[in-house]
Each structure stands twice: as structure tokens, then as C-alpha cells.
């Protein structure tokens, strides 16, 4: 982006603001938002921009159109709801379904809504929160983990696309997972995948879990997260409940996400640790440098 675009999008006229008083003036306050791009963005943007509608127009109802597996990230949203087509994929081009939605109930329909830049006030002012609802704890509870163990949440790969390596290579992961204690176990997340990081001490949970299982087994039996920039890392960083936690996170570009929003994590208890790569290589991020800070965060 160029400064110029930059200085507009933080001093300009905002567009966002402008459509909100028009809208209010008018009187109408039901919304239709459709978001077809990351989990991340629900807390980093969309929760800013509930927050925004609700500044000016504190009644509206406001209701989501996304794919499926993004719907339960919605649940955390304060107040909203959410309508789901299940023909929507990640980065195919979408159209809303009439069959689906009833469009002429909604005052405002954002198709492609902008929270980078329609949101630039929020960063460094506004701390998302996802609400956690205790009946989701036992949603954990399925999966019988050994209470003897000491647990750490792993996603190893963002699945998105981006100018620069997000994710940590597997080789590294390997290497970490081969190097820890004994009285470590390994939970993987993400989707499926037909690529193995195996060993003795991981239990593979890609693809065997909802969003809403993986938030509460993190939540209830994990003591530690290591992930990389990540749809992952932004919804566990900004749930709203108190529960101890240290996340350790890997970073190619600390101008983005949580680093980037650049306010304390809502829940009490997490202590995070970001590790920075040289020149957007998250290769150059070793293997000691991430083991030596998970054994240290053990001891300290």
C-alpha cells in the first residue's frame, strides 16, 4: 500500500462512518455483512466494525452470510447472527443466494466490507473479545486426554496465501516436536492433511475437531501454544475469559494481526511470547530458539 493511500485511509473522509450516518439519518438499522476470507479477520476486523455500526446506530440487528466453517467463529461475536451457504469456499468468488437470504428484509447489504480500511482506528485503541460460553468446556471432554501430561497446542500450517512465508517449515516442526520431554503431548490443529509430523508424543486432531472443540481443549488442557501468524493465534489471543496460557508465536511480518492491533490480550492469564523472523524468513526462526523459550517458559 502506498503512503499516500496510507495517510488517506487514517486522515480521510472515512467511507465506513460516512455510510453509518446515512444510514442512521434514514432510520434503518438492519445489516447484512458477507465475509468469505479468514477466521482471523473475525476478531482483528469484523468485531470492530459490530463495534462501529453499534457507535451510531446502538439497535441495529446485524447478520452475517459466510461459509461453513467459519460459522462457529461467529459465535463468539457478541449479539449477532449468522446465515451460512454452504456452497461458499475460500477465494472462489461468491454471489448471495435469494433462496437463502431474504434480502429486502435487510436496510444495508455490505457484500465486500473493508475493516483494514475502513478500521485504522482501532489499532492500538480497541481490544476484541470473543465471549466463551462455559457449556463449551466440555466440548474438550470427548477426547480423553491424559491429565498427567502437560499439553501444547500446535498449528503448523495457516492454509493462506500471502507474498511471504507464513508458515514454519516442517522440518523444524519435526525436529521440535522429536526434542521435547517425554511429559510433553502435542495437539495438532488445523485441517486435515495428508502430510505427517508424527511421533510418539503428537495426538493428530487436524480435521477432528470444530472451532469450538479446538478453543475449548486449548482452554481447558493446554498450557502452551506455539503457532505462526494464524486465523488460530487471533482467536484463542483475544477470548474473553481468564484461564493461564503461554503462546508462542512465529512470526514472518510483526506489522500484521495481533502485532499488529498491539493491545493486551483480554484474558488476564496469557503471556505471549512473539519470535520475529530476519527478513520475512520464518525458516530462520531455529529450532533451539523455539524449544530454549517453551523450556524456559516451564521454569520461569
Request: aromatic content about 12%; overall charge neutral.
Amino acid at each position: 500500500m502506498s503512503f499516500l493511500k496510507r495517510l488517506w485511509q487514517r486522515y480521510g473522509i472515512n467511507p465506513f462512518d460516512a455510510l453509518l450516518k446515512r444510514v442512521e439519518k434514514k432510520g434503518q438499522f438492519r445489516f447484512l455483512i458477507c465475509w468469505n476470507r479468514g477466521l482471523g479477520d473475525i476478531p482483528l476486523g469484523l468485531y470492530a466494525l459490530v463495534h462501529r455500526i453499534r457507535e451510531f446506530i446502538p439497535a441495529a440487528e446485524i447478520t452475517f452470510l459466510t461459509r461453513e466453517d467459519l460459522a462457529d467463529g461467529f459465535r463468539l461475536l457478541e449479539g449477532v447472527s449468522v446465515l451460512v451457504d454452504p456452497r461458499w469456499k475460500r477465494g472462489v468468488a461468491f454471489d448471495i443466494d435469494p433462496s437463502l437470504v431474504p434480502l429486502a428484509y435487510f436496510d444495508v447489504v455490505l457484500k465486500h466490507p473493508d475493516p483494514t480500511g475502513w478500521l485504522m482506528w482501532q489499532l492500538g485503541k480497541l481490544t476484541p473479545r470473543l465471549r466463551w460460553t462455559e457449556e463449551w468446556d466440555w466440548l474438550s471432554e470427548r477426547f480423553e486426554l491424559d491429565s498427567t501430561k502437560t499439553y501444547i497446542g500446535v498449528h503448523v500450517q495457516t492454509q493462506t496465501h500471502y507474498a511471504y512465508e507464513k508458515n514454519w517449515p516442517l522440518s523444524h516442526w519435526k525436529e521440535l516436536f522429536s526434542a521435547l520431554p517425554d511429559e510433553y503431548r502435542v495437539l495438532l490443529f488445523g485441517f486435515a492433511s495428508s502430510t505427517s509430523v508424527g511421533g510418539d508424543l503428537v495426538v493428530d486432531l487436524r480435521g477432528k475437531t470444530s472451532l469450538l472443540e479446538m478453543l475449548s481443549l486449548v482452554k481447558n488442557h493446554c498450557q502452551y501454544l506455539v503457532v505462526p501468524d494464524s486465523g488460530v493465534l487471533s482467536m484463542v489471543y483475544y477470548l474473553d475469559v481468564s484461564h493461564p496460557l503461554e503462546v508462542i508465536s512465529l512470526w514472518s511480518d510483526p506489522e500484521q494481526g495481533v502485532l499488529k492491533q498491539a493491545v493486551a490480550s483480554p484474558n488476564p492469564l496469557l503471556v505471549h511470547t512473539p519470535l520475529i523472523a530476519r527478513n520475512r524468513d520464518l525458516s530462520t526462526i531455529s529450532v533451539d530458539t523455539v524449544l530454549d523459550t517453551l523450556l524456559a517458559r516451564r521454569t520461569s
